[in-house]
């Protein structure tokens, strides 16, 4: 390996599960829907970097990590350890590859062995990959996770361990082979917060001595900070954010990730920080279509330039056409509770039940007009009728983070320049199309 090589390199990675299936699917023969937990995500990982990945339940964390181990196979792209594709890997590659690539997990009431010693759990990897000189290595780690003395440790088996003390074994589990990469899923969630400072400090240290580099994964932008020098910011099974930790948590980019540093608890209760409010959960990544994978929560989506229009209503339109699109508004049962069998009262009922802000003027003539086109039983006109008006640049893919260590944002908001200053100086990179309106345009093409 050359020195200027990443020691891992994630390049446009996917990961698709099929979707379930039933028999109206197989008897109308429709393909079995994709969930895209894993969706064209790039990293690279260099020797002795820490990156965090951070998002919520859901956003594909677990399926990134178990795909880089290969537990999952790749529906797409490739990861290049030192150099070499994956793709390429003989069973000797994969050997040495899961020697050097560790993993540490959430569960340490679970990852290690209830029959199993310390002594056994420590010695089991040195076992599996032949190597010698085992007490040796297993009291120099207990001591490197200050597990000591070693002898009141060595003969104990996990329930005679604390959380913290059990965390610290799967680390040194994790390191007594040396490895060139740690995968660090969530490790101190389970463990009670005041062990949890301590555990992380612990191991960004031990990453610092053994040389060794780390992806750390956690839904916890809080942590980060003890951990890694940079951060990437998952949604449903894409980077929409990536820039150094500090940064970040300073000046958020992404809406998305505003809201996720502003969830962090902060410990003056006098100080009274202004909150970014998401709205819902995350949808679930199937048929996500092309777009700005957070537009239904977003606080900031984009309408049209020549439109007047309160972002929650207009929210509320986005929102709707896309159940008209995934076929998700019930009319029959709208119909069914409509007193007067007639069009305008279905319309208007059709509005009250899923809008809850007033319009006015064009927008809401624009409105009726795409309801009454649905309770005339033409969808696809309703449709079209929304997306003429309110048809909103964040329906068009926004730049994608890649790779590079810069500071990448996936939002529209920041695509009117190319390079801009941010508050500290740094450059930050928004690459894509420029022009809103040309994206509007385009979001509003079949
Ligand atoms: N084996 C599988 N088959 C089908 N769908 C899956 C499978 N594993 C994960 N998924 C789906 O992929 C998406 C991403 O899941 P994943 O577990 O990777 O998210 P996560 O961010 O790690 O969440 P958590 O922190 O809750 O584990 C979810 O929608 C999940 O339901």
Known sequence: MSSDQPVLEIRNLEKYF??????????????????????????????????????????????????????????????????????????????????????????????????????????????????????????????????????KYLDRKPANLSGGEKQRVSIGRALILDPDVVLADEPVSMLDVSTQAAVLTKMKELINDFDVSMIYISHDLSTVSYIAESVKVMYLGRFVESAQTEAILRDPKHPYTEALVSAIPVP????????????????????????????????????????????????????????????????????????RNERTALVDAIEREYFSRELTGKNESALRAALTSLADGNEDLAIDRLRERFGSVCETTPPAVEAEPEWRVACHHHTNEDHHRANDGRTVVTEGRTDANENAAHAEQP
């Open 268 to 339: 003056d209760p006098t100080y009274d920080r202004e909150r970014t409010e998401m709205s819902g959960a995350p949808r679930d990544p199937i048929d996500i279509g092309e777009g700005c994978r957070f537009r239904d929560r977003c606080p900031e989506v984009i309408p049209p330039d020549d439109i007047d229009i309160d972002q929650r209503a207009y929210r509320e339109i986005m929102s709707f056409r896309e159940f008209l699109e995934r076929e998700e508004v019930d009319l029959d049962r709208i119909e069914g509770i409509v007193e």
């Open 18 to 151: 099929e979707g379930n299936t039933d028999i109206v699917d197989v008897l109308m023969r429709r393909e079995p829907s994709q969930i895209q937990a894993v969706d064209g995500v790039s990293m690279t990982l260099e020797e002795n970097e820490s990156v965090a990945v951070i998002g919520e339940s859901g956003c594909g964390k677990s399926t990134l990590l178990r795909t880089l181990i290969g537990l999952h196979d790749i529906s797409a792209g490739d990861i290049v350890y030192k150099g070499t594709p994956v793709s390429e890997f003989d069973k000797a590659d994969w050997k040495e590859y899961r020697r050097n690539v560790q993993v540490i997990f959430q569960d340490p009431f679970n990852s290690l062995n209830p029959k199993m010693t310390v002594r056994e759990s420590l010695a089991e990897p040195l076992n599996i990959h032949g190597i010698g000189n085992k007490e040796e290595r297993i009291r120099n780690v207990l001591e490197q996770v200050e597990l000591q003395p070693a002898e």
